[in-house]
C-alpha cells in the first residue's frame, strides 16, 4: 500500500521502516497497535517520502481508526529542512482523497496550535474549518 503523489511517497509505518532508537513515542504506539491489531494499517502513521531518492522527510496520518460516527483525525510534520516547499500541503491532500475513497470517513478533524501558521495555512487550503479554540489550540473539521 503506497500513496503517490507528484513529489512524494507516502507509506504506511511498518515495524521494518523504524529503527530501534527511534526516540518518536507516538510511532512505538502505533507500531505496538499494529501488532495487535494488523487491520489498523492505514489508520495510523505514515512515513512522507521524496518520491525521487526515497528521503524521509516527515510523517502524516491519523489517531487511529474512524470512531461509531465516521471520524477521524489528521495530524501531520515535516522536517524543518522541507517546510516551506509545498511538502505537507501535497502529503495532507493526498492523505485526504485516500480517506475519501474508503468510504469509511465521513469527517476529518485535526488541531494546530494558535501560533502555527504555516499549518493554518495548510488546513485552510484543504477546506478544513475552524470549529473551536481555547488559549493554545484551534481545532478543525472537514466533512466529506
Not at 63 to 77: A, C, L, Q
Not at 86 to 98: H, I, M, P, R
Not at 113 to 138: A, Q
Request: charged share 30%; aromatic share 8%; proline share 3%.
Amino acid at each position: 500500500m503506497e500513496i503517490l503523489t507528484k513529489r512524494l511517497k507516502l507509506i504506511p509505518c511498518r515495524e521494518e521502516d523504524v529503527k530501534d532508537d527511534d526516540p518518536r513515542e507516538f510511532i512505538r504506539h502505533y507500531l505496538d497497535s499494529l501488532r495487535e491489531d494488523p487491520d489498523s494499517l492505514g489508520w495510523g502513521v505514515w512515513l512522507v517520502k521524496i518520491l525521487e531518492d526515497g528521503s524521509i522527510i516527515g510523517d502524516i496520518g491519523f489517531k487511529g481508526k474512524p470512531d461509531e460516527y465516521g471520524k477521524v483525525e489528521i495530524g501531520y510534520g515535516i522536517s524543518a529542512h522541507y517546510q516551506n516547499k509545498g511538502y505537507a500541503t501535497e502529503a495532507v491532500e493526498a492523505l485526504l482523497n485516500w480517506v475519501n475513497a474508503t468510504g469509511a470517513v465521513k469527517i476529518i478533524t485535526a488541531e494546530c496550535l494558535i501560533e502555527n501558521s504555516p499549518s493554518i495555512k495548510v488546513l485552510n487550503k484543504l477546506g478544513l474549518k475552524e470549529v473551536s479554540r481555547n488559549s493554545d489550540m484551534i481545532f478543525w473539521e472537514k466533512t466529506l
